[in-house]
């Protein structure tokens, strides 16, 4: 089967990678993505991949599909270079696709790997709060037929989507028994894999539980500690706005592409939702 990255020219520069991060969504990685920042790297997270529009879903939705799918082929260093090969850090991302992402960068010896570990429990609070509360209410109507006309907001949607089912598998809803199961054992045998996979010399593990600031992190990268505080965590709330303030344009472009009778109907759809999750004008 033909591959989109195999489309996608390699870059002619790529910056050595300094540090991976692999932790999934909702483990403080956007506090850390905006704490990277600060300490002077380049930073890839998913909200990275939204400032770039839609160059990224594509590789990134691919490449969560052949991470799950036995019979596609796993997305290698060559391939990771034309998503972010610009950067020198990657967050997030880089802990839905562990096993690939390892086996990429582990071999470069001056590589750092860092791990933010957080309770299952709170974490399967959190992201079934967020993301597949999202993904649930973007596959319904009228997102469904919204999203539809407007190329970055379809390419985005779909990738929350992947995100959700990589982190739950073939459950559909978050109300079907054994949803939350699900999710706290793909949680911890994430944790556990990347623990075994990567040698403990090598490795960082922070508990988010204990706290994380700049102490935490800076004597690890040999970075100076900043004096402005660190970043917010992203709250639930903060997410949502995130979200919103990105995907608004797209739907408001959409309700135009729709017609003025359209508009009228698909508005009183968007303000009886207003003040759910994602809070669109």
Known sequence: MARYVDTVPAPSVVKPMKLVVLSVSR????GLYN???VLGYRSYHAFESGLRGTRD???LVEAFRAHRDPN???YTKADFD????DYDAITEISGWLAPEIIAAYLPDPSVKFLLLERDPDSWVRSFTKTLVAYSEKI????YRILRKFDPFNDALFEFLQEIVVMGAGDFKTASEIGYAEQLRSEYIRRIQYVKK???ADRLKVINLEDGLDWEDICPYLEKNIPEEPYPSHNRPDELALIISEGTWPGIRSALIKLGTGAIVLSSVAVWATQNSLFGWP
């Open 139 to 142: 596959d319904s109507l009228p």
């Open 27 to 30: 483990s403080g990685t956007m």
């Open 57 to 59: 879903y594509p590789m």
């Open 72 to 74: 596609q082929q796993k």
């Open 82 to 85: 034309k998503i972010w090969g």
């Open 197 to 199: 996979a990567v040698p």
């Open 35 to 37: 704490a990277l920042k």
